[in-house]
């Protein structure tokens, strides 16, 4: 099968870091990504933190559009209950148009408990708004028109969209986390984990259930990808990888905490602390994070390797990985990616045509 790389991050601000040039390096490193033939490029949302300097998702993958050509350039995932849904899928068109059809939408309800209250509304109520802004944006782009009156969170008189998507008919869209969600309504799914045959089988059945339900909120999807995110060092040696990617991770658990509702308590009220079940909980345990495969750490043809085997067992058509997290310098990163870039994609690409 063929082998295509997406990249994620949370474009995350390190203590002391100048914003500017934080961005005018991140836009170079896509730009190379660009150039070596990855596929895509995703940013997170997040409102409030050093973890996600790209809070308003549009305006910096407008920035990447006119710095790139091809890759492809998304949100995983636009937290839809801090959205205004008309507004946001004008803003869907116009990156669309920009990119020239390289805009891809990724939706969720957002993690972080004290953003929705940043936002003026409860926790509790984002699977609701998730829903409706998700139906009311999908009208937009198949109807041309948005309806808002009858509707719990946001009302509003019916309205034209006066801008269109450049993909037709709608941009793809993915959704994180929820397999039988994704796959009954023919969304792209994406998991922060390795993707498992019993994964794979279990979408592959929602997503036949769904083509017969009129309420499928997504029918244009023939070729959906089945996809994993996981993190990403690449040293000179996997000792060097691995010690990178421990003392980064263990950033990364103090604000993946703050953002899943542990801390800190001031901006918490009352809600308890993660379930002792939840799965979000196996982040803050670095022997499960790379015991599981939740970060890759390694040489180049240590992850090479690695991305040859997972890719051979076919449950995964689509490989993301998070090239800059925790607290990796923009040395270390450059020097991860431009190896994974020159040393390892090639390799890839070389095996799946041969």
């Known amino acids: 099968m063929g082998i295509e790389f997406g990249l994620f991050e949370h474009l995350t601000r390190p203590e002391g870091a100048s914003l500017g040039a934080l961005y005018d390096q991140h836009v170079e490193l896509v730009a190379k990504a660009d150039q070596a033939g990855v596929h895509g490029y995703f940013i997170a949302e997040h409102h409030g933190h050093r973890l996600a300097m790209a809070p308003s998702q549009i305006p910096w993958l407008a920035a990447l559009a006119r710095e790139t050509e091809r890759i492809r350039l998304g949100t995983l995932v636009s937290c839809l209950p801090l959205h205004q849904p008309l507004r946001l899928a004008e803003e869907v068109c116009m990156i669309d148009q920009l990119s020239k059809g390289r805009f891809e939408l990724g939706v969720g309800r957002g993690i972080s408990p004290f953003e929705h209250r940043f936002y003026g509304h409860a926790p509790e109520e984002k699977s609701d708004r998730f829903m409706e802004a998700?139906?009311?944006?999908?009208?937009?782009?198949?109807?041309?028109?948005?309806?808002?009156?009858?509707?719990?969170?946001?009302?509003?008189?019916?309205?034209?969209?006066?801008?269109?998507?450049?993909?037709?008919?709608?941009?793809?869209?993915?959704?994180?986390?929820n397999v039988d969600f994704a796959g009954h309504h023919g969304f792209n799914l994406v998991l922060p984990w390795p993707i498992t045959k019993a994964v794979r089988e279990r979408y592959d059945e929602a997503y036949q259930q769904g083509l017969d339900d009129p309420g499928r909120l997504n029918p244009s999807v023939t070729e959906p990808k089945v996809a994993s995110a996981q993190w990403l060092v690449v040293a000179e040696t996997d000792a060097k990888a691995r010690q990178i990617a421990e003392r980064a991770n263990s950033a990364l658990i103090q604000f993946l905490r703050r953002s899943a509702g542990e801390e800190p308590p001031h901006l918490q009220g009352p809600l308890a602390p993660l379930a002792d079940d939840d799965p979000r909980r196996m982040f803050f345990d670095p022997e499960r994070v790379f015991g599981e495969r939740l970060a890759l750490a390694g040489s180049p043809e240590t992850i090479r390797d690695y991305f040859l085997e997972y890719a051979a067992e076919g449950n995964a058509n689509y490989f993301i990985v998070g090239f800059c997290f925790g607290d990796m310098t923009m040395a270390e990163t450059a020097r991860s990616l431009g190896l994974f870039l020159d040393e390892v994609v090639p390799a890839l690409k070389a095996s799946a045509a041969a």
Do not use: D
């Not at 009302?155 to 998507?165: I, K």
């Open 134 to 177: 998700l139906e009311l944006i999908l009208e937009a782009f198949t109807t041309g028109k948005m309806k808002g009156e009858g509707r719990t969170w946001h009302q509003f008189p019916e309205v034209e969209l006066a801008m269109e998507t450049y993909q037709r008919p709608c941009v793809p869209i993915w959704c994180p986390g």
